[in-house]
């Protein structure tokens, strides 16, 4: 091994998580974040190992990243699935719960490393779901919400104590989607 090879290490590790983005189906802005490539370098990759490549099931999404919250706690299912995900950023280490079942930032503001966790565990959550609910632009979001904006946390099911991703602003009865999915199952006539 040479003295100089070590300089290019953080370069690859930049273009590989480009790569692993970019198969995810994130957008320009997301890569861009993450990796500090600019706009025109993603195109680039794309181009070069995507689009010539033939790997054409890959499709590049156009727009802003999905801001709504709503999304992840509209329904028992959608709820359950945000919680699953968000229980993934901690299981890879994005984050920590800090107080008040807020989560907080682990990778110490290193971009790469974040993105890197983020895709361990949006693949995780892909391997749970055959068809999962969530695209790597919807776990970005749900990411965010936590962490930056603060519009969700994790709150605690006063029924089995277990906790459950949970709008900050909204009305909140104290039960996790998993006890009122098993509670409707109970109810219903046989």
């Known amino acids: 091994m040479r003295v100089t090879d070590h300089?290019?290490?953080?370069?690859?590790d930049r273009f590989d998580?480009?790569?692993r983005l970019i198969q995810h189906e994130a957008r320009t802005g997301t890569i861009r974040s993450c990796t500090g490539f600019s706009e025109d370098r993603i195109r680039k990759i794309y181009v070069s190992y995507f689009k010539a490549g033939g790997m054409r099931g890959v499709k590049r999404?156009?727009?802003?990243?999905?801001?709504?919250?709503?999304?992840?706690?509209?329904?028992?299912?959608?709820?359950?699935?945000?919680?699953?995900?968000?229980?993934?950023?901690?299981?890879?280490?994005a984050g920590r719960i800090g107080g008040?079942?807020?989560l907080e930032r682990t990778t110490d503001g290193d971009?790469?490393?974040?993105g890197q966790r983020l895709c361990q565990?949006?693949?995780t959550y892909q391997g749970m779901h055959p068809e999962p609910?969530?695209?790597?632009?919807w776990a970005w979001n749900l990411?965010?919400?936590?962490?930056?904006?603060?519009?969700?946390?994790?709150?605690?099911?006063?029924?089995?104590?277990?906790?459950?991703?949970?709008?900050?602003?909204?009305?909140?009865?104290?039960?996790?989607?998993?006890?009122?999915?098993?509670?409707?199952?109970?109810?219903?006539?046989?």
């Open 61 to 93: 999404r156009r727009g802003k990243s999905p801001r709504r919250v709503g999304q992840f706690i509209n329904s028992a299912p959608r709820q359950i699935e945000a919680t699953v995900l968000a229980g993934l950023f901690l299981l890879c280490d």
């Open 133 to 137: 609910r969530w695209s790597f632009e």
């Open 121 to 123: 565990a949006f693949e």
């Open 143 to 190: 990411y965010h919400s936590l962490v930056e904006s603060r519009e969700l946390y994790f709150a605690s099911c006063d029924s089995c104590a277990g906790p459950y991703v949970q709008d900050a602003f909204a009305l909140d009865y104290r039960r996790c989607p998993f006890c009122e999915l098993r509670d409707q199952r109970r109810d219903r006539p046989s």
């Open 17 to 19: 998580l480009a790569i």
């Open 7 to 12: 300089r290019y290490a953080g370069e690859i």
């Open 100 to 102: 008040n079942g807020r």
């Open 111 to 114: 971009p790469v490393a974040l």
